[in-house]
């Protein structure tokens, strides 16, 4: 993956920054209710502007990335797709690749139906149930369907049965991740191993992290600047490694407004404004 996310880089003119800016997406740079992302437009337009590097990093799928990168002008920056299972390259567009998630579903079909049964991924699912699951309107599931590293889903089961099911699947080399709602299941890598490998790649004098949830946590860990987006919608994260020291900061406003603040405040320390 390393080489690969190298040879576009090179393919495609290296970008050099002295930014990058890692961000998750839902409840962080887009509003958890209406999906919007104006309000963090210009602090977006600044870093346009100063050539920083925007890279998202999210739940979704290539398919479904591929249109927001484009529209918010971020397609020459690498994307983290499925939670971290894989990357999107710079200006690329592919989502036809699915080696890795066949693979996994081979290995779930291995597994006994008593168990398997138990686990409603989004593979076996309808469009029309992918819908009912999440929410999303019909063309959003069809883009959510097209997977290409992980397989989310729902579990059926107990605790214990699920603690069974994952020992299977940790002895092929699959592991779990529990969201607020789906488990999901990949084989392996997560948010931060992939903002590890870009920022090997680009080496930036500086890196920013914004998130909202438990899975973004390491990712904010990680950063010269990890920022802790409001959301009313769920309880605050616990203290993390670096708040005590200012390393982590937390908004008041919640999604892009935070965002937006956050940024600005940020280019302001690092006197890149
Ligand atoms: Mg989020």
Not at 57 to 83: C, D, M, Y
Request: aromatic share 6%; charged share 20%.
């Amino acid at each position: 993956m390393q080489c690969q996310l190298r040879r576009f880089i090179n393919d495609s003119m290296t970008a050099t920054t002295d930014l990058i800016v890692f961000t998750d997406l839902d409840g962080t740079l887009i509003d958890h209710d209406t999906y919007d992302w104006s309000p963090a437009q210009p602090a977006l337009s600044a870093l346009k502007g100063m050539s920083a590097g925007v890279v998202l990093a999210s739940s979704k799928t290539a398919a479904e990335i591929i249109p927001l990168r484009q529209t918010l002008g971020l397609h020459q920056w690498p994307a983290i797709v499925e939670n971290g299972a894989g990357i999107l390259s710079p200006n690329g567009a592919e989502t036809q690749d699915a080696s890795q998630y066949n693979e996994l579903l081979s290995i779930l079909t291995k597994i006994p139906p008593a168990l398997r049964d138990l686990f409603r991924g989004f593979g076996a699912c309808s469009p029309e149930q992918v819908i009912d699951m999440t929410g999303l309107t019909a063309k959003a599931a069809q883009l959510a369907k097209q997977r290409m590293f992980s397989e989310p889903g729902l579990w059926l089961g107990t605790d214990m049965q699920k603690a069974e099911f994952l020992k299977i699947l940790t002895a092929q080399g699959v592991t779990a991740q529990q969201g607020g709602r789906f488990l999901s299941l990949s084989f392996g890598t997560n948010k931060v191993d992939q903002m590890r490998r870009i920022i090997e790649t680009y080496r930036p004098k500086h890196t920013i992290a914004l998130g909202d949830a438990p899975n973004d946590v390491k990712m904010l860990e990680h950063a010269e600047f990890g920022v802790v987006i409001a959301n009313p919608h769920r309880s605050p994260l616990p203290p993390l490694t670096g708040e005590e020291d200012g390393h982590i900061l937390r908004t008041k406003a919640s999604g892009p407004m935070g965002w937006n603040m956050a940024i600005h405040d940020l280019l302001d320390r690092l006197e890149l404004h």
